[in-house]
């Protein structure tokens, strides 16, 4: 019922930055958690940041100091600044969204980013 559509990956050079978008459509309500998930070329997929309806904001120790989730004041869309970007950082960036009551998973197609001299 809930549709997120990603935005903003590319090819950024090693130090560089991208600003990923998320727009949610559909059955949002204000309690809600947006967030980001990656997944590198043969790795596993890995959680990058979370916001919450509140606003709290938490990041994973490999983007923390160079990455700020954000929303929207209508809360339906999230943003991923990502500063100092490394090789490393080179995945596959996936939207999420967790709505009440139901606080299922809902998953945007993802978009790539790609960290490369």
């Known amino acids: 019922q809930v549709q997120l559509v990603e935005s903003g990956g590319g090819l950024v050079q090693p130090g560089g930055s991208l600003r990923l978008s998320c727009a949610a459509s559909?059955?949002?309500?204000?309690?809600?958690?947006m967030g980001w998930y990656r997944q590198a070329p043969g790795k596993e997929r890995e959680w990058v940041a979370t916001?919450?309806?509140?606003?709290?904001?938490s990041y994973a120790d490999s983007v923390k100091g160079r990455f700020t989730i954000s929303r929207d004041s209508a809360k339906k869309t999230v943003y991923l600044q990502m500063n100092s970007l490394k090789p490393e950082d080179t995945a596959v960036y996936f939207c999420?969204?967790?709505?009440?009551?139901?606080?299922?998973?809902?998953w945007g197609q993802g978009t790539q980013v790609t960290v490369s001299s």
């Open positions: 999420y969204l967790r709505v009440a009551p139901s606080w299922k998973v809902n």
């Open positions: 559909g059955s949002i309500f204000s309690a809600n958690t």
């Open positions: 916001i919450t309806g509140g606003g709290s904001t």
